[in-house]
């Protein structure tokens, strides 16, 4: 079995459930308390597909303006990147563009899945898919999900769908 370790960028802005996300995909549980992570903060989870195993290295990195600038060291080295929205506010079209440059600044091509947040949060849905694919496809991203870190809904999709790109991409 092949055995490989992807660095994996976790980005967007503060509030939007990034450090939420996380907890539910490596730890299994929604925690409501979470605090804004300074700087960046790690997780590492270990999945398999494919008579592959992958050791994904998740790199969280704080959303506040007040942190963009140490964060631009931590992306170099990154296979790939998820970059999270809250789907109940229409994210800014600059916000998206700063986090794309932060995140490519080092590989122009480096894969990005969209990943919009609180889909449990049904009634106050204020993006719907047409406008999320439209900022997909304006940033050259791979794939748009929808998650829900408080029920579990599409949490492993993101994920699993970067591993499989990232590997796609090796060279032999």
Same mark, same amino acid.
């Given at each position: 079995?092949?055995?490989?370790?992807?660095?994996?960028?976790?980005?967007?802005?503060?509030?939007?459930?990034?450090?939420?996300?996380?907890?539910?995909?490596?730890?299994?549980?929604?925690?409501?308390?979470?605090?804004?992570?300074?700087?960046?903060?790690?997780? +590492?989870?270990?999945?398999?597909?494919?008579?592959?195993?992958?050791?994904?290295?998740?790199?969280?990195?704080?959303?506040?303006?007040?942190?963009?600038?140490?964060?631009?060291?931590?992306?170099?080295?990154?296979?790939?990147?998820?970059?999270?929205?809250?789907?109940?506010?229409?994210?800014? +079209?600059?916000?998206?563009?700063?986090?794309?440059?932060?995140?490519?600044?080092?590989?122009?091509?480096?894969?990005?899945?969209?990943?919009?947040?609180?889909?449990?949060?049904?009634?106050?849905?204020?993006?719907?898919?047409?406008?999320?694919?439209?900022?997909?496809? &304006?940033?050259?991203?791979?794939?748009?999900?929808?998650?829900? &870190?408080?029920?579990?809904?599409?949490?492993?999709?993101?994920?699993?769908?970067? &591993?499989?790109?990232?590997?796609?991409?090796?060279?032999?």
């Amino acid at each position: 079995m092949r055995s490989f370790v992807f660095k994996v960028l976790i980005a967007g802005n503060g509030g939007v459930g990034k450090t939420s996300l996380l907890r539910r995909y490596v730890d299994g549980f929604f925690d409501d308390s979470t605090i804004e992570t300074v700087g960046v903060d790690f997780f +590492i989870k270990e999945i398999e597909f494919n008579n592959t195993y992958c050791m994904l290295q998740l790199w969280d990195l704080g959303g506040q303006e007040r942190f963009r600038h140490l964060i631009e060291n931590y992306v170099m080295g990154a296979r790939g990147a998820l970059l999270l929205f809250d789907m109940t506010r229409m994210p800014k +079209i600059e916000s998206i563009l700063q986090w794309v440059n932060i995140i490519r600044i080092h590989d122009l091509n480096l894969p990005i899945i969209l990943v919009g947040t609180k889909l449990d949060l049904e009634d106050a849905i204020a993006v719907d898919d047409e406008s999320a694919n439209h900022i997909k496809n &304006a940033f050259n991203m791979i794939k748009y999900v929808k998650t829900s &870190a408080k029920n579990g809904d599409g949490v492993k999709e993101p994920f699993e769908i970067l &591993a499989k790109t990232i590997k796609k991409g090796i060279k032999y």
